[in-house]
């Protein structure tokens, strides 16, 4: 029987620790200290979300946790855009509408992916109607069995990688120096400090919006899947991100990834780079 320790691995029925999360779990205007952590689809999922150093307004992001038949699930990580309420009720608009969606989907007569979808332009429909500039990010995972599948709008990134770092899956940010640092433009060390990295091209509250989905990609036991907001990406460099993720359970590793975060928030050192913004972190394996 496997129980966490030095390296998580497959869930088993019955072990003591492993409860598995049953309903849907949504994360709002939050402000964790530490992770929470379920059994979800055969695997553990780690959770944080906290609003920004020296902020006295909510926390913009939002997240989700939603189960969907005996091994699926759908994890999600949106950030809200339009300042102070309109980014708060965008994003947990957005997660409320997808978990509204997937537990309106029968498995038996439905896929997984035609509830995301539906989800993502209901949110686009019920954010456009709050108007005065509201806007969310959305980032989300469709996890069935050993298989996963992204879809994103905004620039919340998904990752994916080997307990030995080789990345997997990395979407590409809805930014113009996103779009840069795929076409081999800019320079991935670079783009992190660059003035335009936080303009955003695609989100979820706009008539226009576009959903990118991913191909679906096999996952092992020991790989990690990491959906973050970019509050997390616009202070730690990738390798950083992989190196404190990629193994260990999966709460000590989303709480290195916030310590870490947190961290160079509140003070910029030797060159690193240093953003104060709302921190969500979701961490699978």
């Excluded at 005996?70 to 009720?89: I, T």
């Excluded at 990491?226 to 590793?253: C, M, T, W, Y």
């Excluded at 990834?257 to 953003?275: H, I, W, Y």
Aim: charge should be negative; charged fraction near 25%.
């Amino acid at each position: 029987m496997v129980h966490q320790g030095a390296q998580d691995g497959p869930l088993v029925a019955g072990a003591p620790d492993d409860k598995v999360l049953e309903r849907a779990k949504l994360y709002t205007a939050s402000n964790m200290e530490s992770p929470d952590v379920h059994a979800v689809a055969g695997r553990r999922i780690a959770v944080l979300s906290q609003r920004s150093p020296g902020k006295d307004t909510p926390n913009e992001d939002s997240a989700a946790i939603i189960p969907w038949g005996e091994n699926s699930a759908v994890l999600v990580v949106a950030d809200g855009l339009g300042g102070q309420a309109l980014g708060e009720e965008a994003s947990a608009l957005a997660v409320r509408r997808l978990k509204l969606a997937v537990q309106q989907c029968d498995p038996e007569l439905s896929e997984l992916r035609t509830a995301i979808l539906n989800g993502i332009e209901a949110a686009n429909r019920d954010v456009l109607e709050l108007g005065r500039g509201a806007a969310t990010t959305l980032a989300v995972i469709e996890l069935t069995g050993s298989t996963i599948r992204p879809y994103h709008v905004g620039d919340s990134a998904i990752l994916a990688f080997g307990q030995r770092g080789k990345v997997k899956l990395q979407t590409t940010a809805h930014s113009p120096v996103g779009y840069g640092v795929e076409a081999g433009l800019i320079d991935a060390a670079d783009a992190i400090h660059h003035e335009h990295r936080h303009v955003v091209s695609n989100v979820v509250g706009t008539p226009d919006i576009r959903i990118e989905i991913g191909s679906e990609r096999q996952l092992s036991d020991l790989d990690t899947v990491l959906i973050a907001s970019d509050g997390l990406f616009d202070n730690l460099h990738l390798p950083e991100i992989i190196e404190l993720a990629r193994k260990g359970p999966v709460q000590k590793a989303c709480q290195a990834l916030q310590v870490l975060a947190r961290q160079r928030m509140n003070e910029a050192a030797d060159g690193q780079p240093s953003k104060a913004d709302d921190l969500t972190i979701i961490v699978c394996r």
